[in-house]
């Protein structure tokens, strides 16, 4: 699995497609984050802003390979592993991503509740982050991987599927992303942090599952 990741990796860095994920990302930090505000408010944003980053890079690596290299990596390693090692490599790169653009943000944020009046701990603040930041990557992959190949192989009905999806995800009141980073919202009301575990629980045994159907479909539909 490790040579997997590595040459999947190589791929992604190769290609230069991670390129329009990550604009997209700074596009969203640069409107949803000013230097000042208070840090818990803008760590919510940071984190909320994964969700269409990792299902973008999600799609990216799940769809890197021509076909005739998928088919030798297939042949070497089998189809599920292959997939597996794509969509991890998704999610290490949107979750490396999230690190950053978490410390960035606690960095230049102020260290406050939202009215100013309550102190928030720089640390503290910074690991509920970094764990809010982490359940939306988790979700932003486990929507990349279900509406993507090999569950849905044409690109009118993935990109649309996809969009679709990271709304609900970002929206819907039962979305564990949704409860994290309301916890870091309503936190930020009255300067208390919350560690958002359960919803990061949540999280993984979403992205576990949806994997789980992915990798599946690979092998059985090539």
Request: proline share 6%; glycine share 8%; aromatic share 4%.
């Amino acid at each position: 699995m490790t040579a997997l990741l590595r040459y999947q990796t190589a791929l992604l860095i190769r290609s230069h497609r991670w390129l329009a994920p990550l604009l997209l990302h700074a596009a969203f930090l640069a409107v949803g984050v000013r230097v000042g505000e208070p840090v818990l408010g803008a760590l919510g944003i940071a984190a909320a802003a994964l969700v269409p980053t990792a299902a973008w890079l999600t799609r990216v690596c799940v769809t890197n390979e021509p076909p005739a290299a998928r088919d030798c990596s297939a042949a070497a390693a089998g189809p599920g592993r292959t997939h597996l090692a794509a969509v991890l490599t998704a999610l290490l790169a949107s979750a490396a991503l999230g690190t950053v653009c978490a410390a960035l943000v606690a960095a230049v944020s102020a260290p406050s509740s939202a009215d100013r009046a309550v102190a928030v701990p720089f640390w503290p603040a910074l690991r509920a982050g970094l764990a809010a930041a982490l359940a939306c990557a988790l979700l932003g992959v486990a929507v990349g991987a279900l509406c993507n190949r090999p569950l849905l192989r044409s690109t009118a009905q993935a990109v649309p599927a996809t969009v679709l999806a990271v709304f609900l995800v970002l929206f819907a009141g039962v979305s564990p992303a949704m409860a994290a980073v309301e916890g870091l919202v309503t936190g930020s009301r009255d300067g208390s942090v919350h560690l958002p575990l359960l919803p990061l629980t949540a999280a993984a045994v979403l992205a576990a599952g949806a994997t789980a159907v992915a990798c599946a479909a690979s092998g059985r539909r090539g």
